[in-house]
């Protein structure tokens, strides 16, 4: 079956630190991949996604490449600022189905 | 401006009393899904629908129901509320369903906060 395996938090960095976080994915045929972020007390925003292998999706500063090889979407932002506190989440669509799968979410705080 | 709403934000209510969640989008989209969040386990989805009148079980539909009459509408019911259904709750929706080439974003709403007692 599809699902995703994301990072423990919560995560806490200081400003323009390298922010690493890890997802990994399971699925049957090609999935596309996602990366939502979630500010306090909103809904999820689309931060970027790639829809095939090798792809790198990018938004923000933020990135994230789509490794069939190692299953894999990490995301990555090379200096990371106070207003990108939230909690980001790793998903996935499948080809052979109709759902979308999230991970667990990881928590980010980021201080001055 | 697009969006899609929900309606209450916030409620609180007693086992058993039934209660219905609405989520509307203006965007003509054709998948609308709904997701509880909870603590440790991220978005789970409940329902989704394809199209009007085309429903379809997630990962954790039991006590939910869902109907879609029309195209903007998607609302979430609970017959019969229990304190296990504690959680915030996301409706969503997107122009093509998961599956298909070039998959489009997902648009969430802001979200339901909702307790059993």
């Known amino acids: 079956g599809n699902s995703v395996t994301q990072m423990e938090g919560p995560v806490t960095l200081s400003e323009e630190a390298f922010l690493t976080i890890n997802c990994t994915y399971t699925a049957t045929g090609y999935p596309s991949l996602f990366w939502y972020v979630q500010y306090p007390g909103e809904g999820l925003q689309l931060l970027l996604k790639?829809?095939?292998?090798?792809d790198k999706g990018s938004n923000k500063g933020f990135e994230a490449t789509y490794r069939k090889e190692t299953t894999s979407f990490h995301l990555e932002k090379g200096s990371v600022q106070v207003s990108d506190s939230a909690v980001y989440f790793c998903?996935?669509?499948?080809?052979?189905?109709?759902?979308?799968?999230f991970g667990t979410g990881t928590s980010l705080t980021v201080i001055p | 401006e697009a969006q899609v709403t929900q309606n209450p934000r916030y409620l609180i209510t007693v086992t058993g009393k039934k209660l219905t969640v609405t989520c509307s989008q203006n965007?003509?989209?054709?998948?609308m899904s709904w997701y509880r969040q909870d603590p440790g386990l991220g978005l789970r989805q409940i329902y989704y629908s394809m199209n009007v009148e085309v429903t379809d079980k997630g990962d954790v539909p039991e006590g939910y129901k869902v109907s879609r009459k029309e195209k903007r509408n998607f609302p979430l019911i609970l017959e019969s509320p229990s304190p296990n259904q504690t959680s915030l709750y996301f409706c969503?929706?997107?122009?093509?369903?998961?599956?298909?080439?070039?998959?489009?974003?997902?648009?969430f709403g802001p979200g339901t906060r909702l307790t059993v007692l």
């Open positions: 969503a929706s997107s122009s093509r369903p998961p599956g298909q080439a070039d998959t489009d974003t997902q648009y």
């Open positions: 998903a996935l669509s499948g080809n052979t189905g109709n759902q979308f799968y």
């Open positions: 965007m003509n989209h054709e998948y």
């Open positions: 790639a829809t095939k292998a090798d």
